[in-house]
Nanobody
Framework: QVQLVESGGGLVQAGDSLRLSCAAS????????MGWFRQAPGKDREFVAA????????NYANSVKGRFTISRDNTKNTVYLQMNSLKPEDTAVYYC????WGSGSTSAPPYEYWGQGTQVTVSS
């Protein structure tokens, strides 16, 4: 079992930056690929970024490529999402997820564990 807790969301203006954190507890963090997804009101949950368990592979949605960076610190059991140049369309609840031995999947089904989410609101 893995417990995931996101933090770092908030209300910012367009062009600002935020760093989301996802702290994991439970089983060995280094065995899990980690992903970030988001869900805006009235929309389906969508993939944002992912990083493989071995820290070698990263994947990004086209809409965030060049603006967002995913990273992980296995010594702290934490995955991060650095978000720069935020846009109003980035407004959503952001969720982190864990995929056992995952290599950074861009789709939701392989992810077995999910956090409760953190709200990011970007005003224009």
């Amino acid at each position: 079992q893995v417990q995931l807790v996101e933090s770092g969301g908030g209300l910012v203006q367009a062009g600002d930056s935020l760093r989301l954190s996802c702290a994991a507890s439970g089983r060995v963090f280094g065995s899990y690929g980690m992903g970030w997804f988001r869900q805006a009101p009235g929309k389906d949950r969508e993939f944002v970024a992912a990083i493989g368990y071995n820290n070698r592979n990263t994947n990004y949605a086209n809409s965030v490529k060049g603006r967002f960076t995913i990273s992980r610190d296995n010594t702290k059991n934490t995955v991060y999402l650095q978000m720069n140049s935020l846009k109003p369309e980035d407004t959503a609840v952001y969720y982190c997820a864990a995929d056992y031995w995952g290599s950074g999947s861009t789709s939701a089904p392989p992810y077995e564990y999910w956090g409760q989410g953190t709200q990011v609101t970007v005003s224009s």
